[in-house]
Structures are given as structure tokens and as C-alpha cells.
């Protein structure tokens, strides 16, 4: 399996996040009441399996391997996906921010969540099909098969350093339990 090949994985799983994510949203805005602890549950997913593990390997891994064979940095594809990177987490801060208005037994929290949810599954979703369509095919024919095999070991080894041995296992859990309570078909 090529390192791309694992990301775009871990792609699909952020996809339904984002379909979980979105539905919330519907809920609320339609005046729903929604489990705080199951908005929780989202932002933990995104936090930890999203940003954490997924976006960790590709900025501190694959993106410096890229470097290193030539493609640059700030310019192109690669300082567009750390600026949308950046962009992402400042979304995410501020629906953190408004479920805690929530607990604080603050209404107008709602708004803010909505808002910034929508605002974080649009720009994910764009974000995505750039690096499947565009970034990872030009990793694929950049780094070498070596460089490739190397890049899946250290995903593996940044996976159980910032997240811990088994949290991805049971991240794909809590995936899976919200997709039954959100996305019932």
C-alpha cells in the first residue's frame, strides 16, 4: 500500500464525519435538540483522527518529503493544503467554543455551531478531493517506492506517538456508533 493510498483511507472516514457533521447541523438549525456529548464525540473524531493523525502525517510527513524531491513549500498545492489546514482548525476552535456555550446553558449557541460546521464541511470537502485529485498523484510520481514504503512506517509510528496504540481502532468505533444515530438511511 503506497502512503497516499492509507490517506485517501483515512479520507473516507473524514467524509462521513463530515455527512455526521452536517446532518447535526440540519438538526439543530431546524431547532433539534442534539446530544452535547455526541457533538463532543464529532469534535473528538475530527480533533484526534482528522487533524491530529491525519493532517499530522501529511504536514510532517509527507509534505516534507515532497519538499525534499523538489516540490516547494510555500507556493502550489502544498501551501494551499497548510493554509486550508489552518483554516480548518480555527473552524473547528470555534464550534469547540460554542458547545461550551451550550453547556454553559447559553441558546445562542447553535448559530455559531452551525455556522462554522457548515463553513468546515465545505472547506474539508473541497479539501479532499484536491489532495486525492491533485497533491497524492504527484507524491505517487515523485518519491520513490523506497521513500513511499519509509513514509508508511513512520505514519504508523506518528499514529501511536500522538494518538496512542489502539485510539485509531477505537476512533473508527465512535465513527461508526454516530453514523448509526445520524445517517440512518
Same mark, same amino acid.
Given at each position: ?8 483511507? #483515512? &479520507? ?9 457533521? *452536517?446532518?447535526?447541523?440540519? /438538526?439543530? %438549525?431546524? +431547532? $433539534? @435538540? ?49 493554509? #486550508? &489546514? ?9 464550534? *469547540?467554543?460554542?458547545?461550551? /456555550?451550550? %453547556?454553559? +446553558? $447559553? @441558546? ?78
Amino acid at each position: 500500500m503506497k502512503p497516499t493510498e492509507q490517506l485517501k483511507e #483515512e &479520507h473516507k472516514a473524514i467524509k462521513v464525519a463530515l455527512s455526521i457533521l *452536517s446532518n447535526v447541523s440540519k /438538526k439543530l %438549525k431546524s +431547532g $433539534e @435538540t442534539v446530544n452535547q456529548e455526541d457533538l463532543g464525540r464529532i469534535l473528538e473524531f475530527i480533533k484526534s483522527f482528522a487533524d491530529t493523525c491525519h493532517h499530522g502525517k501529511e504536514e510532517d510527513l509527507l509534505f516534507v518529503a515532497m519538499e525534499k524531491v523538489g516540490i516547494p513549500r510555500d507556493r502550489g498545492p502544498i501551501g494551499t493544503m497548510l493554509r #486550508e &489546514h489552518e483554516t480548518g482548525r480555527s473552524y473547528v476552535r470555534s464550534m *469547540s467554543e460554542a458547545i461550551e /456555550k451550550y %453547556k454553559a +446553558g $447559553e @441558546t445562542s449557541y447553535s448559530s455559531q455551531f452551525i455556522q462554522n460546521a457548515g463553513r468546515y464541511v465545505e472547506l474539508l470537502t473541497q479539501h479532499i478531493d484536491k489532495e486525492d485529485n491533485i497533491l497524492y498523484p504527484m507524491a505517487d510520481t515523485q518519491l520513490s517506492e523506497e521513500k513511499q514504503r519509509q513514509l508508511i512506517e513512520e505514519f504508523e509510528k506518528l499514529e501511536q506517538e500522538r494518538i496512542g496504540i489502539g485510539k485509531h481502532e477505537e476512533l473508527h468505533e465512535l465513527l461508526h456508533n454516530l453514523k448509526d444515530k445520524y445517517l440512518k438511511s
